[in-house]
């Protein structure tokens, strides 16, 4: 079984700065992806960014330049770190583990709340 415990969200004015993080512990195996997903109110869950465990990445068009994923393998926590936040950035960030070996599983963590408002 794995958990993903996140952190960092919060309250932010437009044009402000936030990093969230995300830490796995249990079964984690070496190959996989870790992500961020978020969803606001009234909207589905979309994703942010993506990055695999060889450090390759992927970003919604609607952050790129704006927001930046990495991951600390040693340490199974993926970060990402956000900048120029708008009010449509709002909404509940939620982390995400895949990972495959004879079946492909993916893991949620419990969500943080983003409020990007003046």
């Known amino acids: 079984q794995v958990q993903l415990v996140e952190s960092g969200g919060g309250l932010v004015q437009p044009g402000g700065s936030l990093r969230l993080s995300c830490a796995a512990s249990g079964s984690i195996f070496s190959i996989n992806v870790m992500g961020w997903y978020r969803q606001a109110p009234g909207k589905q869950r979309e994703l942010v960014a993506i990055i695999n465990s060889g450090g390759s990445t992927n970003y919604a068009d609607s952050v790129k330049g704006r927001f930046t994923i990495s991951r600390d393998n040693a340490k199974n926590t993926v970060y990402l770190e956000m900048n120029s936040l708008k009010p449509e950035d709002t909404a509940v960030y939620y982390c995400?583990?895949?990972?495959?070996?004879?079946?492909?599983?993916?893991?949620w963590g419990q969500g943080t709340q983003v409020t990007v408002s003046s």
């Open positions: 995400n583990l895949l990972q495959s070996r004879a079946t492909t599983t993916s893991y």
